[in-house]
């Protein structure tokens, strides 16, 4: 419920809040997210580190597959709005995944996933919400950039808005 509140307040203001909005929403889905991965895989630090190689390689995949759309696109804030509505969807998603990988799987409480399960696991669980997180960032420079002259300055702003 929080996040739609966050969604709707930030797509309706200026896109200084959107990004702050994004900001917001990405640390707390990551936060939630790493917790659970880490609950479910018995994980260690290791198993950290793949989690967020896969979060951070989904979040490239987004970034870059709809960036180079982003230009493209007439209607960029209702698209901006859908992937939020995407993302908003895929983390509660992505939490049930991160709760019942192990029974659709078929293992046995208490047994320690290899590596290789891990990263699949954990690559399959964060798609839905890594790849549109991802995307809202492309989105997020370009309409920054539209509401402000300096292209490389909004980018920055969006960039440390999202970091």
């Not at 709809?66 to 908003?88: H, N, P, T």
């Not at 293992?107 to 590596?115: K, Q, S």
């Not at 997180?133 to 402000?148: D, K, T």
Request: proline share 2%.
């Amino acid at each position: 419920m929080m996040l739609l509140i966050i969604l709707i307040y930030s797509c309706r203001h200026n896109s200084a809040v959107r990004n702050y909005g994004d900001l917001i929403i990405g640390i707390i889905a990551q936060i939630i997210l790493i917790r659970e991965l880490l609950v479910s895989f018995l994980g260690n630090e290791l198993t950290i580190g793949v989690i967020f190689a896969n979060w951070l390689v989904l979040e490239a995949i987004g970034s870059f597959v709809f960036g180079k759309y982003v230009e493209k696109i007439k209607r960029k804030l209702e698209v901006y709005i859908f992937l939020q509505l995407i993302f908003s969807i895929g983390f509660p998603f992505s939490i049930y995944l991160s709760r019942v990988f192990k029974n659709i799987l078929l293992i046995t409480p208490g047994e320690g996933l290899g590596l290789i399960q891990v990263y699949y696991s954990s690559l399959l669980i964060l798609l839905p919400t890594a790849l549109p997180h991802g995307a809202l960032f492309s989105f997020g420079c370009r309409l920054s950039n539209e509401v402000q002259s300096k292209e490389a300055s909004s980018i920055g702003k969006v960039y440390v808005f999202e970091t």
